[in-house]
């Protein structure tokens, strides 16, 4: 066999290992002239098959041409050589089976090896996955364009609530603003801290485990995680999908595990210290504004009904008849112990 590498024509075989189906022999060979190895395939010679152009010239079938067209469409894809290498081989014996199938045969065929390719190494849901990270950092760089007009127009809206509410009330209107002003600049730069611990700790995580683009995955996981209670769920299924398309399936469980001591880590350390020490709102409200957002507004709602919900038991707390709907919003829970509905009976009068 002449070596690709310096075209000497002498060689020798260290390694012969057939295929799965014993339909080809891989060898592993050696120049002996420049010592580069390479590797060859020995196939049965068999009849060769003709494929039907859309013009209708004729062209002799070649597995090459296949694994190339393989190769360029799967690139940027985290597809092995050799899943491609099985797509082709399932090729040709399907051909060899099915000579002179019908064209509809041939289309759903195809159309099935290319869905269940896509299924195995995750792309339709990576595909997903990266669309709701997109619009998360959409909503990201519009943001400032939020703030920046709600500064400029500050004096219009303080202005406004000064004409809506009557005199006798702009001392509450006052510490409504202030109260809400310091609740939401608490959560921000506890979302921002909570953010950074846990992209340190996933990109950490993820490196140890051997996971390709680790500060990547890992960045995106804490941007995910910002998302109350669904986001930590989202986050572990990137990791876990590329691991599953690169790694072994064992690696995927290990990185679940990584994450769930993260997710640990994380709601019971830095979320009741950094994030929740200033929005007193309870879990089961949390889940349920959390997903009206994400109905209404999509992951932008998922994001800022947590806080939105937080300004309006402020509200509440502030406005008497309303009281006990901010205590609702609330996580204080009530004294068990006590009896909470006061019920008077009356007494029965005992005739003499």
């Known amino acids: 066999m002449k070596c690709p590498f310096c075209g000497f024509a002498e060689d020798k075989v260290v390694d012969s290992r057939e295929s799965k189906e014993g339909e080809s022999i891989r060898r592993r060979r050696e120049c002996l002239k420049c010592e580069k190895r390479f590797t060859t395939y020995e196939r049965i010679d068999e009849i060769p098959y003709m494929v039907v152009k859309k013009d209708g010239r004729r062209e002799k ?7 190339n067209g393989l190769l360029r469409a799967c690139e940027k894809r985290p597809v092995s050589i050799g899943k491609l290498e099985q ?3 399932d090729t040709e014996r399907w051909i060899a089976r099915t000579f002179h199938t019908p064209k509809w045969k041939v289309d759903a065929w195809v159309a099935k090896t290319q869905k269940q390719g896509m299924d195995e190494s995750g792309t339709v849901v990576i595909t997903k996955t990266v669309s709701t990270i ?10 400032p364009v939020y703030v920046f007009m709600i500064i400029y127009y500050k004096p219009l809206l303080f202005e406004f609530f000064a004409r809506l509410f009557p005199k006798t009330v702009h001392g509450t209107v006052v510490d409504v603003l202030k109260e809400t002003k310091a609740l939401i600049q608490s959560y921000l730069y506890g979302l921002v801290v909570e953010a950074l611990l846990v992209a340190t700790l996933n990109s950490v995580a993820l490196w140890i485990l051997g996971i390709d683009y680790a500060i990547l995955i890992g960045v995106i996981g804490a941007l995910l995680n910002v998302i109350p ?8 299924t990137l990791p876990m999908l590329l691991a599953l398309a690169t790694k072994q399936p064992i690696d995927a469980f290990y990185v679940l595990i990584a994450y769930l001591i993260v997710q640990f880590i994380d709601n019971n350390f830095f979320v009741p210290k950094i994030v929740a020490s200033k929005v007193k709102i309870n879990a089961l409200v949390s889940i349920i504004v959390v997903l009206v957002g994400n109905e209404l507004w999509g992951v932008p709602g998922m994001f800022l009904s947590i806080p939105i919900t937080a300004i309006i ?8 008849p309303l009281q006990p709907f901010g205590f609702l919003l609330g996580d204080n829970q009530p004294d068990i112990t006590q009896e909470i509905f006061v019920v008077r009976r009356k007494r029965k009068v005992e005739s003499k």
Do not use: C, P
């Not at 079938?61 to 694994?67: A, G, P, S």
């Not at 038991?313 to 008497?320: A, P, T």
């Open 61 to 67: 079938f070649e597995r090459q041409k296949v694994l």
């Open 87 to 89: 797509i082709v081989n």
């Open 134 to 143: 997109g619009g998360i950092f959409m909503t990201f760089l519009i943001m």
């Open 229 to 236: 209670y669904i986001g930590g769920v989202i986050a572990v």
């Open 313 to 320: 038991k402020v509200i509440f707390d502030r406005v008497g």
